[in-house]
Nanobody, 119 residues
């Protein structure tokens, strides 16, 4: 069974940049079974929302709120997905969750990493 672990969160000033990482652990078979990988986020007292997703062959989709100032990428061999965020805003403050759906449609979530955008 694959597990996802996020890293890269922390405090960043408005206008700054950060890069989140999500690494999959498990058997080579389970890592190779990862199909779509995505990022979601949940701000305080708000529902979890979609941020970006990427397929195995690199097709991407972004939420309108982050389009143009974020980039999702992945390393299939390592089972890792990244989220580069630029020109961050206070409203980007949230817990960011990594999500993956396997080729057999099993959905996996990470534990989340907190991003705080503040002076």
């Amino acid at each position: 069974q694959v597990q996802l672990v996020e890293s890269g969160g922390g405090l960043v000033q408005p206008g700054g940049s950060l890069r989140l990482s999500c690494a999959a652990s498990g058997s080579i078979f389970s890592i190779n079974s990862l199909n779509v990988m995505a990022w979601y986020r949940q701000a305080p007292e708000k529902p979890r929302e979609f941020v970006a997703r990427i397929t195995r062959d690199g097709n991407t989709i972004y939420a309108d709120s982050l389009k143009g100032r974020s980039a999702i990428s992945r390393d299939n061999a390592k089972g890792t997905v990244y989220l580069q965020m630029d020109s961050v805003k206070p409203e980007d403050t949230a817990v960011y969750y990594c999500n993956a759906v396997t080729l057999t449609s099993v959905q996996v979530w990470g534990q989340g990493t907190l991003v705080t955008v503040s002076l």
